[in-house]
């Protein structure tokens, strides 16, 4: 194809397919390039013998709202359905049952914590409050002023280290983004605990992978196990270089959207700003497992997700009880449950044996929930890296450099997770940005 009006979109994640489907309504034409056999990136939903799993993303907060806005305008409301938003604490063998969308009112009421502990949740309260406005799933570097720490620094400089970081901000953390309290920003812990944790919860009726999957049945070229190796820029468009089972090809274009890990980017973006390409070059990503465990009877749980604190598991940060967070994950009389290991766990067994997998994740899960190993019908390992970008106090104030240096003017736009905390609303929102941006540089053009 030798097109100046196409444009061409690389990666059919939620990034790239919510830039494709944006630019396909200003009435472009688009091509999708994806190296997978399959669209969604980390959304991945799979069937089996009655269970519905998720191998990849399955937490979907009312607050997404860029998903949400998606699933409205390409018909998909009517696949939504409402899921339990109850959350589980852990604190030795006890569980404590707090409301995802109340968590501030339910941590001044719980068990959890003593009575002193939830005085001080009102020094939380106010924090949080102060950097609401600055909280951004487009360009989270807005809030680089309070990117100087880490959650665990914050609760020492503010007397909230103890029984309440412990048991209700690293969990947040560690449930969120899969690695301790201490090596990540303190911005990270406020984001997962406004913009994630903090919210009602739903669900995808037929799965999180018919949402991706919908938006790729509206675009009329998507083009999988397709890996592209170079796009350049010049003064007439773009010129891509790709490669398929037919052998290696070069198209021409109109411009192109880069959705892909950043780390990946310079590579594929020759021409990239050095000093921008040396910010994606020196992005560090998270690793994770999820094992899926179909089970032939009800664990005696109501909450459908349970954190997990560091006292109880190094290892285990959450457990999703999937047939509580909404019906139909199982078949009657069933449960589904899925559990989700910390980054440094995951590189330990990433070389592991499924079956070594799975021993060792049901010693830490059966903290919470004894005997599950007992109820087994059938399990899944999922190995996922990379997921997501490490945030090391300092991160977001380099973001801030790197966004400042971005050429609005040309016709090579990025996308990508790593423009705020990283998760599925981010990635449409960094999509949605670039098509926005890219379209502004055409008609300039």
Known sequence: MNDRSTIFVIGAGPSGLAAAWRLREAGRDVVVFESRDRVGGQLLSVR????????????????????????RDIGMTNDLVPANSLMGFMRGNELHL???????????????????????????ALDSFRLRKLLSYEDLSIAADYDVETPEDYCRRRGLDGELYDYLIEPTVRGGAGVPGDVISVVEFFFLWQKVLGTRLFAFR??????????????????LNTRVH??????????????????????????????????????????????????????????TMSINLALNRVP??????????????EGLFAIILEHNKVPGRAPDGKGLVSLFMMNQWAVDHMEASDDEVIADALREAEKALPGLGTDIEFTRVNRWYPVLVYSHPGLYKKLGRFH??????????????????GNVNTATTAGE?????????????
């Open 98 to 124: 707090m409301r995802s969308n109340r968590l501030i009112f339910d941590a001044a009421r719980t068990k959890l914590l003593s009575l002193r502990s939830k005085i001080e949740v009102a020094k939380l």
């Open 300 to 313: 005696d749980c109501t909450a459908s997700f349970i954190v997990v604190p560091r006292p109880v598991s």
């Open 404 to 421: 400042a240096a971005r050429d609005l003017n040309s016709r090579i736009h990025l996308a990508g997770s790593y423009n705020s905390s």
């Open 48 to 71: 089996r013998d009655g269970f519905l799993m998720e191998a990849g993303t399955t937490i979907l907060p009312e607050a997404y709202d860029s998903v949400m806005g998606l699933v």
């Open 230 to 287: 170079t796009v350049v820029e010049d003064d007439d468009g773009v010129t891509i270089t790709y490669e398929d089972a037919r052998g290696v090809h070069t198209e021409t274009g109109a411009g192109a959207i880069v959705s892909s890990m950043g780390n990946e980017v310079p590579d594929l973006v020759p021409q990239l700003d050095p000093d921008r390409a040396d910010f994606l070059r020196q992005l560090n990503y998270t690793s």
């Open 206 to 223: 037929d799965g999180y992978s018919s949402f991706p999957q919908r938006l790729a049945d509206k675009l009329s070229d998507v083009r």
């Open 433 to 445: 940005r670039a098509a926005r941006e890219l379209l502004t540089a055409l008609r300039r053009g």
